[in-house]
């Protein structure tokens, strides 16, 4: 596809169960991010791979939290145990290279809500 | 990580050039400044980016003063599609750094 593409678009979810969000980056990207946007809020950092690693993990908001790429295309974030706090739309981005002057393109996003 | 402060909230009628500015008083050396545009429902998209005096393509301008300790987004002739809310970074350039976008500025366009 031409741009970054996420999935599911919307997921609603019960407290306590697990959840997997999914990002198709731009072909030949070799840097993905994931952010995490609340309500009215700006863009929270969650994490970023360089190719299938990811050196910084620190945005992560707790252990429930993970994230893997593979293959240096596909990545899924994970959500174990949702409760209702992690409620807010996901963003993923991808750009050619690690490096701050390359653009991130950023896809639709997936909604999360968690009753 | 150069902290960036940006007005939360600007109005502009249709037509009239819109400014919005940005501090960013620590930012260091080897740091880029970078705009972003989001609509609602919508991923953020890039709009311009520079590191110093003045950069334009064609959808905006970005002026850079030589302190760089601030910049401004220039949009010339505004329309309603413009409403939006638009978001400062300072970025390391030497790799790539946790980065927060913040709350941004809505700019809301009045016919």
């Known amino acids: 596809g031409a741009g970054v593409s996420q999935s599911p678009s919307n997921k609603v979810t019960e407290k306590g169960k697990d959840v997997e969000l999914r990002c198709d980056p731009i072909?030949?990207?070799?840097?993905l991010y994931w952010y995490r946007q609340s309500l009215g809020q700006g863009l929270e950092f969650l994490i970023y791979?360089?190719?299938?690693?990811?050196?910084?993990k620190s945005g992560l908001p707790s252990d429930r939290f993970s994230a893997e790429r593979t293959g240096g295309s596909v990545s899924t974030l994970t959500i174990q145990r949702t409760q209702q706090e992690d409620s807010a739309v996901y963003l993923c981005?991808?750009?050619?290279?690690?490096?701050?002057?390359?653009?991130?393109?950023f896809g639709p996003g997936t909604r999360l809500l968690v009753l | 990580l150069a902290k960036t402060t940006q007005p939360i909230s600007m109005d502009s009628y249709e037509g009239q050039e819109v400014n919005i500015t940005c501090s960013h008083n620590?930012?260091?050396?080897?740091?880029?400044i970078t705009w972003y545009q989001q609509f609602p429902s919508q991923g953020p998209r890039f709009i311009i980016q520079?590191?110093?005096t003045k950069v334009t393509n064609e959808v905006a301008s970005l002026f850079i003063p030589a302190d760089r300790k601030s910049s401004t987004l220039s949009l010339p002739r505004v329309s309603l599609s413009d409403t939006a809310v638009y978001y400062c970074l300072v970025r390391y350039s030497g790799g790539y750094q946790k980065v927060t976008f913040g709350i941004g500025t809505k700019l809301q366009v009045i016919p």
């Open positions: 981005a991808s750009s050619f290279a690690v490096l701050a002057e390359e653009t991130q393109y």
């Open positions: 791979f360089q190719g299938n690693s990811a050196p910084d």
């Open positions: 520079g590191y110093k």
């Open positions: 620590n930012i260091a050396t080897n740091d880029y």
């Open positions: 072909s030949g990207h070799t840097a």
